[in-house]
T-cell receptor, first 110, second 112 residues
Framework: AQRVTQPEKLLSVFKGAPVELKCNYSYSGSPELFWYVQYSRQRLQLLLRHISRESIKGFTADLNKGETSFHLKKPFAQEEDSAMYYC????????????FGQGTELSVKP | DAGITQSPRHKVTETGTPVTLRCHQTENHRYMYWYRQDPGHGLRLIHYSYGVKDTDKGEVSDGYSVSRSKTEDFLLTLESATSSQTSVYFCAITGNTDYEQYFGPGTRLTVT
């Protein structure tokens, strides 16, 4: 079954500390994965996608097919990174629908 | 913000009443989606549309119906609202050339 799991509901770090938000997926085909971010009371917006292999706002994410993971990392967290983060998987065989993980709330303390 | 609006933005209604939420896009995109967002559950797909008058169910479609009579509008109806439908509802659209979804601002619905 297709599934996205984000094991941490809340991740709290201090400013300047490294951050890793975990995402694991279950998918029988070749996966396409996204990270979305939602700042307080704002709409969700795309943070990055694995196929572009780019760094946005200092965040990177590498697809590890062996471990079926797509963890989001940033070496030095900033207070403005505090937000809700969602990992999402594209279901190619269902018209490109996305399935989302449960979300991880990142809190960066000063 | 990809030309997506939702109305109303906030609504309080009573159990048993019908409620309709509207999603409007100005991008002429084919695919539109309705999600609900609940703590601990992330975003769950309610219904989606792949064209005018073409809709299908998502994972949590019970108690909801949708209609799409024009490309730009996708309506979500709660036929008889229940307290379990208190949630934040997001509409999204997909670009015609990739799978990235663009989200609306959300509607906060409270059923008392």
């Amino acid at each position: 079954a297709q599934r996205v799991t984000q094991p941490e509901k809340l991740l709290s770090v201090f400013k300047g500390a490294p951050v890793e938000l975990k995402c694991n997926y279950s998918y029988s085909g070749s996966p396409e994965l996204f990270w979305y971010v939602q700042y307080s009371r704002q709409r969700l917006q795309l943070l990055l996608r694995h196929i572009s292999r780019e760094s946005i706002k200092g965040f990177t994410a590498d697809l590890n097919k062996g471990e079926t993971s797509f963890h989001l990392k940033k070496p030095f967290a900033q207070e403005e990174d505090s937000a809700m983060y969602y990992c999402a998987l594209v279901l190619y065989n269902q018209g490109g629908k996305l399935i989302f993980g449960q979300g991880t709330e990142l809190s960066v303390k000063p | 913000d990809a030309g997506i609006t939702q109305s109303p933005r906030h609504k309080v209604t009573e159990t048993g009443t019908p409620v309709t939420l509207r999603c409007h896009q100005t991008e002429n995109h084919r695919y539109m989606y309705w999600y609900r967002q609940d703590p601990g559950h992330g975003l769950r797909l309610i219904h989606y549309s792949y064209g005018v008058k073409d809709t299908d169910k998502g994972e949590v479609s019970d108690g909801y119906s949708v209609s799409r009579s024009k490309t730009e509008d996708f309506l979500l109806t709660l036929e008889s609202a229940t307290s379990s439908q208190t949630s934040v509802y997001f509409c999204a659209i997909t670009g015609n050339t990739d799978y990235e979804q663009y989200f609306g601002p959300g509607t906060r619905l409270t059923v008392t």
